[in-house]
């Protein structure tokens, strides 16, 4: 069974940092990394392959959010950086059987498991 949970969400002024978790049981899958605002869709953060070789970002996040991983301890991780107002969500990891770089890896349906999120709010 998969299962994801996510950790290291809260509350920090604009142009902190925030790290992140996310603890994948059941497998080794490609991973994302999607946020959800109030009244808004869910959209794309971060993919990274299921060995951790290929990254992307959201062109929003590009140069201030990294992900990675720690197949070793089956975690995800999302560093953020120079947080905005804007980037304040809900943010879900998530994990699919057949994502890759060549699609689609940049929207929801391409992923099979989620976690229950994290809240992230960005405010002074």
């Known amino acids: 069974q998969v299962q994801l949970v996510e950790s290291g969400g809260g509350l920090v002024q604009p142009g902190g940092s925030l790290r992140l978790s996310c603890t994948v049981t059941?497998?080794?899958?490609?991973m994302g990394w999607f946020r959800q605002a109030p009244g808004k869709e869910r959209e794309f953060v971060a993919y990274?392959?299921?060995?951790?070789?290929?990254?992307r970002h959201a062109d929003s996040v590009r140069g201030r959010f990294i992900i990675s991983r720690d197949n070793t301890e089956n975690k995800l991780y999302l560093q953020m950086n120079d947080l905005k107002p804007e980037d304040t969500a809900v943010y879900y990891c998530?994990?699919?059987?057949?994502?890759?770089?060549?699609?689609?890896?940049?929207?929801?349906?391409?992923?099979?498991?989620w976690g229950q999120g994290t809240q992230i709010t960005v405010s002074a």
């Open positions: 059941g497998g080794l899958y490609g």
């Open positions: 990274l392959s299921r060995l951790g070789r290929t990254t």
């Open positions: 998530a994990a699919g059987e057949r994502v890759n770089v060549g699609g689609p890896y940049n929207i929801p349906s391409g992923y099979d498991y």
